[in-house]
């Protein structure tokens, strides 16, 4: 979300606006986090007035981020909802900045409707969602969602633009080099943190079915695991699959990612659930196909048999449809890409913010 953030701010400067991004001293306390870590390494990016004040547990902070805003009295304070657990430290913040009278609160909604349910969720999602004036939502289920918490605030579906601020495609054989994966193999890729809702274990056992089905099947799983690793341990060592898989389970920084797309020859996106997803835009930039799970908004940015193709979330489904992609081949399902791709532009999304906000 912070490449997001950042890529949305450049997007807006383009666009002649002046912009400052309010970002997170502290964001989890360590016992919430479950990652290795919540800092990037990365150089910090240049030509952005990024401010790391927000720290997420702390009211005084809340209150002193809030008083700055409030001072600095911009026309359009745009903010990131993904969970509740965000709630009151977003919507303290932003009632006190709006005392100016004069800030708009536009937010942008990557979920309403949290993926893994805890006590407080509604309480903490309905303090948040009244200080904002408006809504843009990333997916339909989203806006789905927000209807009901709100019925009278404006609210737009806008598509997640591409993320085409990780470098250009490079060569698979030069990814491939870079990752030491031989080029003769066929290469699944899963992308991103390791979470239940994301489906590794439906794809661990679609991996069982294919193994004997697919030559030179390889798996690469890349990100970091968001939960314990152990119970997936466990799955591959009964799954007899540990030699059909290629584990890059610690961060990948921004610099490194293109590497693992432009690796793969296929994007497994095996989801129980989901609204939209930040890795499909990567696919798209980097051209890679995809198949996906028939849950949220993925068949709706995965055109099948175009695109990719759409399963069920079963390891059966899952199979079926990387069998059935390498019968057809990836050259089949480049043009398409190409072609859709031209949809999800990142002035498509300030336009429709700034639109949004005018009409207040």
């Known amino acids: 979300m ?5 890529r949305l701010a450049r997007a807006f400067m383009e666009e002649g606006h002046i912009v400052s991004i309010y970002t997170f001293s502290l ?3 360590s016992i919430l986090f479950p990652g290795s870590s919540q800092y ?3 150089p910090a990016p240049k030509g952005l007035d990024i401010k790391v004040l927000i720290n997420s547990i702390n ?6 981020v809030g008083k700055k805003i409030k001072k600095e009295k911009p026309d359009l304070i745009v903010v990131r909802y993904w969970l509740p657990f965000m709630g009151p430290c977003l919507g303290s913040i932003l009632r006190i900045a709006k005392k100016n009278k004069h800030s708009k609160v536009v937010c942008i909604a990557d979920n309403i409707i949290p993926h893994e349910k805890r006590p407080g969720d509604s309480a903490f999602t309905k303090y948040f969602i009244k200080p ?3 809504f843009v939502t990333m997916s339909q289920k989203v806006l789905d969602d927000l209807k009901l918490f709100n019925h009278q605030k404006p609210a737009v579906f806008i598509p997640h633009p591409l993320y085409d601020n990780f470098g250009d495609k490079v060569p698979k054989e030069t990814a491939r080099e870079k990752l030491k994966i031989n080029a003769g193999e066929n290469v699944l890729l899963f992308f991103g943190f390791i979470r239940k809702y994301k489906g590794l274990d439906l794809l661990l056992e679609a991996m069982a079915i294919l ?3 697919v030559p030179h099947l390889k798996l690469l799983i890349a990100g970091e695991f968001y939960e314990d690793k152990k119970n997936y341990e466990n799955q591959i060592a009964q799954l007899g699959i540990a030699k059909n898989l290629i584990l890059h389970t610690d961060f990948i920084a921004d610099s490194e990612i293109k590497y693992y797309l432009c690796a793969a020859d296929l994007l497994v996106q095996p989801y129980r659930n989901a609204t939209q997803s930040g890795v499909t835009p990567l696919a798209y930039h980097f051209e890679v196909p995809m198949v996906v799970t028939n849950v949220g908004a993925l068949p709706a ?3 099948h048999q175009k695109v990719g193709l759409v ?3 079963t390891p059966a489904s899952i199979a079926s449809n990387i069998e059935q992609f390498f019968k057809i081949g990836a050259s089949h399902f480049i043009p398409h890409i190409i072609e859709e791709k031209k949809k999800y532009n990142w002035h498509t999304m300030t336009n429709g913010i700034i639109s949004l906000a005018d009409k207040l």
């Open 40 to 42: 990037s390494t990365e």
């Open 132 to 134: 904002v004036d408006a």
């Open 2 to 6: 912070s490449t997001f953030n950042e």
């Open 27 to 29: 964001q989890y306390p």
């Open 59 to 64: 009211p005084f902070n809340w209150i002193s």
């Open 211 to 213: 193994k004997d089905k």
């Open 311 to 313: 399963a069920e979330p």
């Open 301 to 303: 940015m995965v055109p």
